[in-house]
């Protein structure tokens, strides 16, 4: 089975400073993927960016990039140039070649400050 | 449509009742997802439906929650004799044919309330 674990449940930030929020997850599959989705206060669920676990490279996405750690099974999403418009919950997610269901963590509430 | 589509937005039932809300996914999409959200928490997993495949069913909380899928594509999720702990943010999400690492898009939800 799959867990996706965020120990973060609040994290605040100023902006223009960068953050980084944390996840960590567990599978016994070769084959999968990894995401962050963002759910403003609006609750639209909006991807960020996804990572192939078959891929080395760590993915980025303009001020969003990760930090895929495999063995350690470590997924962080780092947010530079944090804007008042990045303040949401943050959930990483996963999903297995197998498994085809995507399971979240518990989230992570990001407030960016003035 | 252009994307996933819920409907209502928001439902205020009183205990007891049966309600339906409705997900129409994204054109072409063969995977649907329900999830559900309790305020200000994470994503509760109900159900799976892929393509003509039996739906993966292991997240409904109790017999009183069921989900369709007709002619794989709209979906309906009815909940029976309504609780108060059944009031959250429903949530659906589809993605093309549920290819691993393939991108759901989520709806805006429907928003349950229970009186």
């Known amino acids: 089975a799959q867990t996706v674990t965020q120990s973060q449940p609040e994290m605040s930030v100023q902006e223009a400073e960068t953050v980084t929020l944390s996840c960590t997850y567990d599978?016994?599959?070769?084959?999968?993927?990894l995401f962050w989705y963002k759910q403003p206060p609006s609750r639209q669920m909006i991807l960020v960016i996804r990572q192939e676990a078959y891929k080395q490279q760590n993915a980025t996405e303009n001020r969003f990039s990760v930090n895929f750690q495999k063995a350690a099974k470590s997924f962080s999403l780092k947010i530079s140039d944090s804007q008042l418009g990045d303040t949401a919950m943050y959930f990483c997610?996963?999903?297995?070649?197998?498994?085809?269901?995507?399971?979240f963590g518990t989230g992570t509430r990001l407030q960016v400050t003035l | 449509g252009a994307g996933v589509s819920q409907s209502p937005s928001n439902k205020v039932t009183e205990k007891g009742k049966d309600v339906e809300l409705r997900c129409d996914p994204i054109s072409g999409h063969t995977a649907l997802y329900w999830y559900r959200q309790s305020l200000g928490q994470g994503l509760e997993f109900l159900i799976y439906f892929q393509g003509n495949s039996a739906p993966d069913k292991s997240g409904l909380p109790s017999d009183r929650f069921s989900a369709e899928r007709t002619g794989g594509s709209v979906s309906t999720l009815t909940i029976q004799r309504t609780q108060q702990e059944d009031s959250a943010v429903y949530l659906c999400?589809?993605?093309?044919?549920?290819?691993?690492?393939?991108?759901?898009?989520f709806g805006q939800g429907t928003r349950l309330t229970v009186v």
């Open positions: 999400a589809s993605s093309f044919q549920g290819r691993s690492g393939t991108e759901a898009f």
């Open positions: 997610a996963s999903i297995t070649g197998t498994a085809s269901k995507l399971t």
């Open positions: 599978t016994s599959e070769n084959n999968y993927y």
